[in-house]
């Protein structure tokens, strides 16, 4: 779950870290009167789960109430990468003499969690990693133990020389690793993290990704949870025990597990087609899950085609075969389906289907080449 | 032979509520030597003939299981790994989805201190085909044979067993090794262990997108691999930052894409695969002709 702007510094201010003494707010009226509050100039922020909000004209500077109101207008309602801006976070401006990036996340290989810090700061760290992958600098953080002071400063003493603002930087690295061992998150960023011209150091932005598989020690989090129309489609997937990502294809996919989901969709694409979503329906078969994910489907008004590729496992054949039949009576298509269905008592399944008037397939390439046909058709209707 | 396990493999049960009755079941069907059950406060009973106790400390030292599988739910799932480990098994499979990043990360450092193996968390196991099955895949599509097969995830795994068995080419092993970020053994440590396994003679590789543990591969068998490995990488249509089901599954940087992954492994002399009907054809053409 990615946390937005105004909620991470909450996040960062709660563990000590020195951000803006900013306000978020809905509207431009609300902007205008914040700004006349903090004191301009202030900086008008976009509040959504993108980069680049700055080169997209996300961020700007206003120099009085009457400016950030005008800001305001212009920037809520703006589209940013998908992203609709529906909230906006004042921050007061300030002169910023230098910028840093510091961050903390899993390294996969080393199993463990692992500090960047870099002097390039204010651009994007993946840039600064691809080009210039010198400049940053990586401590490995033991898990158990944590970041220790002399861990903080080594990396510290990477980005300045100067001894005051070290330790101040090395003082917000151990409140950084406090706040993602805290908050069980798998990632955790500022950039940038500034100096400032009266020498002190300042979270200027902040990004906290919280780990999806520790949301049950942290309840509190998920009221935290802001999210877009689209993620509000996964969301309820999700609440229904379907894992569902929506994309641009017409050729709707139902699929049990992952893996095999992420195949079935490459299949298509290989053989010409273009898959509109990912959805893993899981192991479980029971009818409303599968009534659930039909709706989904075909709710989605790009979809021209439906391809169900289910391979039995522990997941029985003959039992998807019911909850499609069920689900099949409830929903009422005109949308063309293709059903494959093997491995554990496939006959069976097949049997259920054909006894409804539906053939089911046993090859998962012949049912992604019969979809793609079908959707073709649709399309030229 | 084959690998982690085979029939004398004493394995025992962590968390015996639905699935892990279910799949106790189901295992013990297939032939695996199952000798104990735990489960706090079913201690002294016992199901589907093998006791039940309330500790893993305790059933291991009663029983000396060997192997340890895990079915506990994820907020206690943690602790059962480590229970398990500590009671001296060799091996620790964790079938639990949902167990958060950073404990893991700290439970795998405990279990390499312990020198523990770790297959998962959220796999669906491990296989060796008419010998042991100790997880949730389904036993019936698997056939003995000279192919290994590691993979990251559950049903495609399924499906590519299926049509390498339909073909003829059996399995020596198959390992489903988990679809976390943080997960225990990785290829390399099943990749060395079927260099060495006198049954296997080749091993499918079945990746997708997230991390870059295919490449880490690719070089490992480049340098310490002499048996054919063939590949598969799944993901082309994910786009960038979306979780694709599996934890592990998020496209976080040019590296973690199926371009990038089927490219370093074909640079280092491995076929790769657009299809699961391809594997087919290329582990026939690694095995020339044999099945």
């Known amino acids: 779950m990615k946390l937005e702007e105004f909620q991470a510094k909450i996040l960062f201010r709660e563990y000590g870290i020195p951000v803006p003494d900013g306000t978020m707010v809905n509207t431009s009226e609300e902007a205008r009167s914040a700004a006349e509050e903090i004191g301009c100039p202030v900086v008008i922020k976009a509040q959504v789960q993108a980069g680049g909000r700055g080169k997209a004209g996300g961020v700007k500077l206003a120099k009085t109430p009457a400016e950030a109101y005008m800001a305001a207008n212009a920037i809520l309602g703006m589209d940013i990468k998908g992203f609709i801006v529906e909230r906006l976070l004042v921050d007061p401006a300030v002169s910023i003499a230098g910028e840093y990036y510091v961050g903390i996340t899993f390294d996969r290989r080393k199993k463990m969690p692992v500090m960047m810090a870099s002097a390039s700061g204010g651009v994007d760290i993946e840039k600064v990693a691809a080009e ?202 005109d949308i063309p389906l293709v059903i494959r269905l093997a491995g554990t008592n496939e006959e069976e399944g097949i049997r259920i289907l054909s006894d409804f008037g539906i053939t089911a397939l046993k090859d998962m390439t012949e049912g992604a080449r019969e979809a793609i046909r079908l959707a073709g058709e649709g399309g030229d209707s | 032979m084959s690998i982690l396990i085979d029939e004398s493999t004493r394995v025992m049960i962590q968390g015996l509520g639905r699935d892990g009755s279910f799949h106790a079941e189901q295992m013990k069907n297939y032939g695996t030597n199952i000798v104990a059950g735990v489960h706090p406060g079913k201690g002294g009973s016992s199901i589907h003939g093998f006791p039940v106790f309330n500790t893993a400390s305790r059933a291991a030292r009663e029983t000396g299981a060997e192997c340890t599988v895990i079915f506990v739910p994820a907020p206690f799932a943690a602790d059962a790994i480590l229970a398990g480990a500590n009671a001296g098994v060799g091996l620790v499979v964790a079938v639990t989805e949902g167990i958060p990043v950073l404990d893991m990360s700290k439970i795998v450092r405990e279990l390499k201190e312990l020198g523990t193996c770790l297959a998962g968390p959220n796999c669906p196991g491990l296989i060796s085909p008419d010998k042991s099955k100790v997880g949730i895949m389904p036993g019936g599509i698997f056939k003995k044979g000279p192919v290994g097969v590691i993979s990251r995830s559950g049903t495609l795994t399924y499906e590519v067993v299926n049509q390498l068995s339909c073909a003829g080419y059996g399995q020596s092993t198959a390992i489903g090794m988990g679809g976390d970020p943080v997960v225990g053994m990785k290829y390399n440590d099943y990749l060395e262990l079927f260099e060495e396994d006198g049954e296997t003679e080749l091993v499918v590789i079945v990746g997708e997108i997230g991390g870059t543990d295919e490449q880490d591969a690719a070089d490992f068998v480049k340098e310490r691999i002499s048996k054919p490995v063939v590949g598969y990488v799944v993901g082309r249509s994910a786009p960038p930052g979306k979780r694709m089901g599996h934890a592990g599954a998020i496209i976080s940087g040019t590296d973690s894409t199926v371009e990038a992954k089927v490219a370093f492994l074909r640079e280092k002399g491995i076929p790769v695969a657009d299809t699961v009907e391809q594997i087919v054809d290329l582990v026939g053409d690694g095995l020339g002709g044999r099945n």
């Open chain 1, 132 to 333: 210039t992958p010198e400049q940053i600098f990586f401590g490995e953080i033991n898990p158990e133990r944590g970041l220790r002071s002399f861990e903080a400063k080594q990396l510290a003493f990477q980005l300045f020389a100067d001894k005051k603002k070290a330790l101040a930087t090395a003082s917000v690295m151990m409140k950084l690793w406090d706040c993602f061992h805290g908050v069980d998150a798998s990632l955790v960023e500022i950039n940038p993290l500034a100096e400032l011209e009266d020498g002190s150091i300042i979270a200027l932005d902040a990004k906290i990704v919280l780990d999806d598989n520790a949301m049950f020690k942290h309840p509190i989090m998920e009221e935290m949870r802001l999210p877009t129309t689209s993620e509000q489609k996964e969301l309820d997937a999700r609440s229904h025990g379907l894992s569902y990502v929506q994309l641009d294809g017409n050729i709707g996919c139902m699929v049990n597990g992952a893996g095999l989901a992420l195949a079935t969709m490459d299949l298509i694409k290989h053989l010409g087609g273009t898959p509109a979503n990912f959805l893993d329906i899981g192991g479980s078969s029971s009818p409303q899950k599968v009534i659930h994910a039909m709706e989904l489907l075909v709710s989605d008004s790009n979809v021209k085609a439906v391809f169900i590729n289910v391979f039995g496992g522990i997941t029985r054949c003959d039992d998807v075969a019911n909850g499609l039949v069920a689900a099949l009576q409830e929903i009422k298509t």
